[in-house]
C-alpha cells in the first residue's frame, strides 16, 4: 500500500506541495513563501548543529560561540548562516506581508490562512529575540533586560511575572537557560504552524495579482511553479551567501561581541534590525503600558484586518488609492524602522508620534474608508454606464 | 510594475539607511575615525601576511603588558605569521600552570603550541589596580566589537593630542577625540623606532599602528580568507546555477506566456 495512503495526512501535505495547481498569473512576489520555507529549513539545520558546540551558561557562552567561530570545522559558516539566516527571515517575510496587503490576501476566502501567518509571525519574533540573547554579549545581556522588563507593565502582577520569568530577581544564568530552551523549542511549533499554513492555503489556492478567484486559470505547480521556485532559492541563496561570506556581521551590533556585563549599560540599548519599527511604536507611547500594549496591537491587528477590508475589489492593481497608500504605508514603516534607531530627542520623538498614530490609522480608518469610497465610484461609474445604454 | 519595482529598488537603499542609522547614532561625542583603505577589508581582500607578523611583534612587545588576547592560542600563528617552530618557541618562553600532577600539586611548565596567549593580570581587579582604576579590555575581537573597527583602532593609536582649549582632564587619563568621551586611561603607546622590526621595516608610529590592527583583525577574525575564498566560490557558482534555472524556467513557461485568452460573448443584446 502506497504510503501516502496509510498517512492520510501525508497525502494532504503532497497534494498541498506537489499535486496542487496555481494561478497562472502569479508573479515572482508568490516565491517568498516557498523562500521562507527554506529560511526555516536553514535556521532548524543551522540551529541544531549550533547546540551541539553551544554552551548555555552566563561564563561560558560567550566562549563557546567563538569557539564555534574559531574552533568547530566551518563553525564561522554555520554561525554567520544562523545570524543572518534570522535576518533574511524576516526581511522576506516583510516582503511576504505586504504582498498580502497589496493584493488582499487577507480577505476571504483567505482569512485563515492570514491569521495563522500572523501567529506564526509573533512567534517568530518571539524566537528571534531569544536567539539573540544566547551568545551573550551585551546587546543580548540589555536588550534581554529592556525586553523582558515589559511584562513588568502587567497591572497587578507585573513585578512578579518578571521575576517568574527571570527566574531570579536579573537576567542570569536561569534566564539564560530557559531562554536557550525555549529557542530550541519554538521553532518546531513554528514548522507545525507553517505546516497549517500550508494546508489551509491548499484549501483555496493562492491569491493572484488580479485578485480573481484562483480556478479561473490555473496551470499545475510541477513542474511550472518547481521551476521557478528552484529559481527563486537560486536568487535568494546568490544573495544570502553575499552576506554571510562577505558582510557577515552588517546587520549585526558590535556591541555584541563583548561580553555580557551587567554592571556596564551600552550607551545605546537598540534591537535587532528588523524589530526597529516596533520598538519606535513602542517607544512613541509616553506610559509603558500604553507603549506595550501598542506594539503588540501594532502586530495582532493585522489579525483585524480581513474584518476591517471593505473594498468589493481585492487586489490593488485594481485599486488606485489604496496602491497610493499601500505605498505610503511601506514608506511609513522605513520611516518607523529609522526612527528605532535614533536616540530619543527632537525631532525623532515626535516623527514617532506621528509615524504611530498613521501606522494605526492606516488600518483602522484610512483603509475601510478607502475600500467604502471606491465602492460608491464603482457604483457611480457603472450607473452612469446603464444610463447611457 | 515599473513603479513597484522602482519603490522596491528605493526601499533597498532605505532598509541600509534604518540599519545604519541605529549604529551611527552611537557614541555620538566621539569623532568618527577616517576611512582608511584597508586592503583586508575589501570584498575580496586578504591578510598581508608580513604585516600579520610585524603587528605580532608589536602586540607582544607593546600592548600584551596591559591587554590580553585570549581567544587566540599559539597553534593559530602557525602558518599565519611563525612557522611551527617558532610558533613552538614562542610558546615555550612563557611558563604556564598545569596540574595537578600525581601528588596533588599545581606545576609550572613551558608553553605548548595548544595553550592560550597568557592573561597579563590574574583577574579584573588586578588589572584596575595596576592602570590607574580603568581596566584594559581583551583585544581577541576588538575590531568586531567597535563600528568600523580596523579605522576606529588605528586612528584611536595614532589620534593622541593635546586637548583643546576648555576642555578638562582628569589626572592619570589622557586626551583622544576618538575614544567616547574623550578622556582614554591609555596613555599613548606608540613612538617611532621604539621597536625593532625583525624584516627591516622602519618601524614609525603610524607602520606600528597599521601593522597592530591588520593582526587584530585577524584575530578577531582568523576565517577571513577562507571565508571570503568560499564566498567567491558560492557567488560564481550560484550565479551560473541562476542563470541555468531562469533558462530552465522561462523553457518550462513558453507555453503559458504564449497563451491566447479569446474572450468571445455568446449573444449581443
Not at chain 1, 264 to 274: C, L
Not at chain 2, 78 to 102: C, N, R, S, Y
Not at chain 2, 217 to 235: D, F, H, N
Amino acid at each position: 500500500m502506497k504510503l501516502s495512503k496509510r498517512l492520510s495526512g501525508l497525502s494532504h501535505l503532497s497534494s498541498a506541495l506537489v499535486e496542487s495547481s496555481l494561478p497562472a498569473n502569479i508573479s515572482y512576489f508568490w516565491n517568498f513563501g516557498s523562500i521562507l520555507g527554506i529560511c526555516l529549513v536553514i535556521q532548524i539545520a543551522s540551529g541544531v548543529v549550533l547546540a551541539m558546540h553551544y554552551t548555555p551558561h552566563v561564563d561560558l557562552a560567550f566562549i563557546s560561540v567563538e569557539h564555534i567561530m574559531r574552533d568547530v570545522n566551518l563553525g564561522w559558516l554555520i554561525r554567520y548562516s544562523h545570524a543572518n539566516g534570522a535576518s533574511f527571515f524576516f526581511m522576506f517575510v516583510y516582503v511576504h506581508i505586504a504582498r498580502g496587503l497589496y493584493f488582499g490576501s487577507y480577505t476571504k476566502p483567505r482569512v485563515f490562512v492570514w491569521s495563522i501567518g500572523v501567529i506564526i509571525f509573533l512567534i517568530m519574533m518571539g524566537t528571534a529575540f531569544l536567539g539573540y540573547v544566547l551568545p551573550w554579549g551585551q546587546m543580548s545581556f540589555w536588550a534581554a533586560t529592556v525586553i523582558t522588563n515589559m511584562l513588568s507593565a502587567i497591572p497587578w502582577i507585573g513585578q512578579d511575572f518578571v521575576q517568574f520569568v527571570w527566574g531570579g530577581f536579573s537576567v542570569d544564568n536561569a534566564t539564560l537557560n530557559r531562554f536557550f530552551s525555549l529557542h530550541y523549542l519554538l521553532p518546531f511549533l513554528l514548522a507545525g504552524l507553517v505546516i497549517m499554513h500550508i494546508l489551509a492555503l491548499h484549501k483555496h489556492g493562492s491569491n493572484n495579482p488580479m485578485g480573481f478567484e484562483s480556478h479561473m486559470d490555473k496551470t499545475r505547480l510541477h513542474d511550472l511553479f518547481t521551476v521557478k521556485d528552484i529559481h527563486g532559492f537560486i536568487l535568494f541563496f546568490l544573495l544570502f551567501s553575499f552576506f554571510v561570506f562577505f558582510y557577515p556581521n552588517v546587520m549585526g551590533h558590535p556591541d555584541n561581541y563583548i561580553p555580557a556585563n551587567p554592571l556596564v549599560t551600552p550607551a545605546h540599548i537598540v534591537p535587532e534590525w528588523y524589530f526597529l519599527p516596533f520598538y519606535a511604536i513602542l517607544r512613541s507611547i509616553p506610559s509603558k503600558l500604553g507603549g506595550v500594549i501598542a506594539m503588540i496591537g501594532a502586530i495582532l491587528i493585522l489579525l483585524a484586518l480581513p474584518f476591517l477590508h471593505t473594498a468589493w475589489v481585492r487586489s490593488a492593481t485594481f485599486r488606485p488609492i489604496h496602491k497610493f497608500l499601500f505605498w505610503i504605508f511601506v514608506g511609513n514603516f522605513l520611516i518607523l524602522g529609522y526612527l528605532g534607531g535614533a536616540p530619543m530627542e527632537a525631532p525623532y520623538t515626535i516623527v514617532g508620534v506621528y509615524s504611530t498614530v498613521f501606522y494605526f490609522s492606516y488600518f483602522l480608518i484610512i483603509n475601510p474608508l478607502v475600500g467604502i469610497f471606491e465602492n460608491v465610484m464603482i457604483l457611480l461609474f457603472s450607473f452612469r454606464k446603464r444610463i447611457k445604454c | 510594475m515599473s513603479v513597484r519595482l522602482g519603490l522596491l529598488a528605493l526601499s533597498g537603499p532605505a532598509l541600509y539607511a534604518t540599519v545604519s542609522s541605529a549604529k551611527k547614532m552611537e557614541n555620538s561625542d566621539a569623532l568618527h575615525a577616517p576611512h582608511y583603505p584597508w586592503h583586508f577589508n575589501k570584498p575580496l581582500g586578504t591578510f598581508d601576511h608580513a604585516a600579520l607578523r610585524r603587528g605580532f611583534e608589536v602586540y607582544k612587545q607593546v600592548c600584551a603588558s596591559c591587554h590580553g588576547l585570549s581567544r587566540v592560542a599559539f597553534r593559530n600563528l602557525v602558518g599565519v605569521t611563525h612557522t611551527a617552530a617558532e610558533a613552538k618557541m614562542l610558546a615555550e618562553e612563557i611558563e604556564f600552570q598545569d596540574g595537578p600532577d600525581e601528588n596533588g600539586d599545581m606545576f609550572m611548565r613551558p608553553g605548548k603550541l595548544s595553550d592560550y596567549f597568557p592573561e597579563p593580570y590574574a583577574n579584573e581587579n588586578a588589572a584596575r589596580a595596576a592602570n590607574n582604576g580603568a581596566y584594559p579590555p581583551d583585544l581577541s575581537l576588538m575590531t568586531k566589537a567597535r563600528h568600523n573597527g580596523s579605522d576606529y583602532l588605528f586612528a584611536l593609536l595614532m589620534g593622541y593630542c593635546e586637548p583643546p582649549g576648555g576642555v578638562e582632564i582628569r589626572d592619570g587619563l589622557h586626551y583622544n577625540p576618538y575614544f567616547p568621551g574623550g578622556a582614554i586611561g591609555m596613555a599613548r603607546q606608540l613612538f617611532d623606532d621604539m621597536i625593532e622590526y625583525d624584516d627591516g621595516t622602519p618601524a614609525t608610529s603610524s607602520q606600528m599602528a597599521k601593522d597592530v590592527t591588520e593582526f587584530l583583525s585577524w584575530a578577531a577574525e582568523p576565517e577571513m580568507t577562507e571565508r571570503k575564498l568560499m564566498g567567491l566560490r558560492a557567488m560564481v557558482l550560484m550565479t551560473f546555477a541562476a542563470a541555468a534555472t531562469w533558462y530552465i524556467k522561462r523553457h518550462r513557461w513558453t507555453v503559458i506566456k504564449n497563451r491566447k485568452v479569446v474572450y468571445n460573448p455568446m449573444m449581443k443584446n
